[in-house]
């Protein structure tokens, strides 16, 4: 089955400069990757979508790459703000077309 | 905002007691699921359902039984309540169809403490 790995450790930024959070699967290639921002005590809310067939996709502030050679999608924001700071999750197609998450990587922005 | 709701949001409860825990969409989705979260932790699938009389177990082992006698309506329960049920409890659903990819909507949460 696939396994979503995402750094455990916190990572914390300035305000204004660019987050970079990591997502790493094992197994096969999905056809796609999602991202999520959990805020604590909430549950997850979508942010962006890639598929297998795009290299990169842009949302606002928001960039996703997906790299199948290296088994890896990297996750920006970019011009980083205080209200960016939650948890981040990573997931991709499992079995039976449900999801699979990874643990998430907590974001930490500083005044 | 995702139009998916649980209820209730917080619970503290003694062991052997039965719990159902509450969720409901208006998005009309077929597919609807629930996790359990620990602090910290990934979401664990532990049922789920592709519409109305379907049910799956999921990845995670649970002593919890669900039903879909509606497609808004997705209760869990809890036959007896133990401390190791002491978690978050997330409900989700999503479009169906492979074309949604399965973007997943999800519920506030309800927080369950078994004493």
């Known amino acids: 089955s696939q396994k979503i790995e995402q750094n455990s450790e916190a990572l914390n930024i300035q305000e204004g400069k660019t987050a970079t959070l990591t997502c790493n699967y094992t197994?096969?290639?999905?056809?796609?990757l999602q991202w999520y921002r959990q805020d604590p005590g909430r549950g997850p809310v979508f942010l962006l979508l890639i598929r297998e067939n795009e290299k990169e996709k842009r949302k606002e502030r928001l960039k996703v790459t997906f790299d199948t050679t290296l088994k890896q999608s990297l996750f920006h924001i970019t011009a980083s703000q205080p209200a960016d700071s939650a948890t981040y999750l990573c997931a991709s197609e499992g079995g039976s077309y449900i999801p699979t998450f990874g643990r998430g990587t907590s974001l930490i922005v500083h005044p | 905002e995702a139009d998916i709701y649980q209820t209730p949001r917080y619970l503290v409860i003694g062991t052997g007691k039965k719990i159902t825990l509450e969720c409901s969409q208006t998005m009309g989705h077929d597919k609807m699921y629930w996790y359990q979260q620990d602090p910290g932790m990934e979401l664990h699938l532990i049922h789920y359902?592709?519409?109305?009389?379907?049910?799956e177990k999921g990845d995670l082992s649970s002593e919890s039984t669900v039903s879909r006698i509606r497609t808004e309506h997705f209760p869990l329960t809890l036959e007896s309540a133990r401390p190791s049920h002491t978690s978050q409890y997330l409900c989700a659903s999503s479009e169906p169809g492979r074309r949604s990819y399965n973007e997943q909507f999800f519920g506030p949460g309800t927080r369950l403490t078994v004493l």
């Open positions: 197994n096969y290639s999905p056809a796609y």
């Open positions: 359902s592709y519409g109305v009389n379907s049910t």
